[in-house]
């Protein structure tokens, strides 16, 4: 089955570690994208990615890092310099303007 | 920067009740989607508009998007406990391959 895949689903870090989240998609899509969500906020984009190898910032990226060596990987570092890191994290894969995105089941960061 | 503002952002209802949220855009909207998450879950897909006027339903839900493009409302009617969860509209931004999303409305069904 096509689908989208966050790991782990619970993480767990010390205050000053960098930590990396992982998401894979097998639909083919180009386009795949990193949310965070807080309660009470919605999901507010972090950093998203178009093409293999080119990958622009949303409207929270300072303290977060990506990667798009391949199509079907999109992995998400948190920084020591992210100051609230704890957080859900959803990726999400597809076209916007014509189709739903697809999200994974998320990513539940406990930083402490 | 475009926003998209809910209301309410929680809504508790009796079982069986109908109910109504809205999603409203500081501009003007070129789609509009609709998804619930269930606590601790990801997005799971409801409905999309993309033209003024339209109206898509299924099963017990139904979705609007306004003549003027600027508001859509979604609506369920005679609520089941499995409505529970977390509403969210999201809308691409003009000339931009990302979407904006709603803070969101958590529903809660009464029994």
């Known amino acids: 089955d096509g689908g989208i895949t966050q790991s782990p689903k619970y993480l767990f870090r010390k205050e000053g570690q960098n930590v990396t989240l992982s998401c894979e998609q097998n639909l083919n899509h180009d386009a795949m994208y990193w949310y965070r969500q807080d309660p009470g906020q919605g999901l507010r984009l972090i950093y998203y990615?178009?093409?293999?190898?080119?990958?622009q910032k949303g409207d929270i990226a300072e303290g977060y890092s990506v990667s798009r060596e391949k199509k079907e990987s999109f992995p998400l570092t948190v920084t020591s310099a992210q100051k609230n890191p704890t957080a859900f994290y959803l990726c999400a894969t597809g076209r916007v303007w014509d189709s739903p995105l697809h999200f994974g089941n998320g990513t539940r960061l406990t930083v402490t | 920067s475009q926003e998209l503002e809910q209301s309410p952002q929680s809504l508790i209802v009796q079982e069986g009740k109908n109910l109504t949220i809205n999603c409203t855009s500081s501009k003007t909207l070129y789609g509009l989607y609709w998804y619930k998450q269930k606590y601790g879950e990801g997005l799971i897909f409801l409905m999309m508009?993309?033209?003024?006027?339209e109206e898509k339903s299924h099963e017990k839900i139904t979705a609007k998007l306004d003549e003027k493009k600027q508001q859509s409302s979604l609506h369920i009617t005679a609520s089941q406990p499995s409505h529970a969860g977390i509403y969210l509209c999201g809308a691409p931004l003009q000339g931009a391959q990302k979407l904006v999303f709603g803070q969101g409305t958590r529903l809660t069904i009464n029994p």
């Open positions: 508009l993309q033209k003024g006027g």
């Open positions: 990615s178009q093409i293999v190898n080119d990958f």
